[in-house]
């Protein structure tokens, strides 16, 4: 098993461009997560999904949408790149809710200037 | 809203001392994790705690979970230049976990 994949590993965007950070997973998770963590700092959820067509806000939404159609895969599409969204962004996915543990993919760094 | 909250925020200590970490919840906990992240790395779970005060041991790692079901402890006996890297604990939240502010850990050899 690969276990959680995310693309690219790193990516600089100018002010104003859109991309999408991939996220795959093998695992047969329903549960799948997205956060951000800029340097220095904690984990923070932007969006999860408790399984394919169903997505819900986190704690920092706002610049960011997701969809989840497979169980497989939750990409994070953002809109209007930023400077606030450098960041380090980690995908991750659970069996179940809280009571499992959490596998984290290598993440994505990206910078936006 | 829930908060998760660790102490100490940086830890810096010599080779062969101990190290404590703790995480204090503001609700009762249905169960604890821990993670850790090695610089430029990504989480990886450590261990999960359920039961009231229940301790759980990973070789030089001991894990407690308060009677009240709102705080935990990780302790380090005798630090190694490997154990270096940030420790969070994340509680029970509404469908997902709340991730703790982290503990970032140096140890000089």
């Known amino acids: 098993n690969a276990g959680v994949t995310q693309t690219p590993k790193f990516r600089i965007l100018k002010i104003g461009q859109s991309m999408t950070l991939q996220c795959t997973q093998d695992m047969n998770h329903n549960y799948m997560y997205w956060y951000r963590q800029d340097p220095g700092m904690g984990l923070k959820l932007i969006y999860y999904?408790?399984?394919?067509?169903?997505?819900d806000k986190g704690e920092v939404p706002n610049g960011y949408n997701v969809s989840r159609s497979t169980t497989e895969d939750f990409p994070l599409r953002l809109e209007l790149a930023a400077p606030s969204q450098t960041s380090v962004y980690f995908c991750a996915s659970s069996f179940t809710e809280t009571t499992y543990e959490q596998y984290f993919g290598p993440g994505t760094r990206l910078t936006v200037t | 809203g829930q908060q998760v909250m660790q102490i100490p925020q940086y830890q810096h200590v010599q080779e062969g001392e101990d190290f404590t970490t703790y995480c204090n919840s503001s609700?009762?906990?249905?169960?604890i994790q821990w993670y850790k992240q090695r610089p430029g790395g990504h989480p990886v779970f450590l261990i999960q705690?359920?039961?009231?005060?229940e301790v759980k041991k990973q070789k030089r790692l001991t894990f407690q979970f308060g009677e009240a079901k709102k705080n935990s402890s990780l302790h380090i006996t005798a630090t190694q230049t490997t154990d270096v890297g940030t420790y969070f604990c994340a509680g029970e939240g509404t469908d997902k976990l709340i991730f703790g502010t982290g503990t970032r850990l140096q140890v000089f050899p």
């Open positions: 609700t009762t906990l249905s169960n």
């Open positions: 999904s408790v399984g394919a067509g169903i997505t």
């Open positions: 705690l359920v039961k009231s005060g």
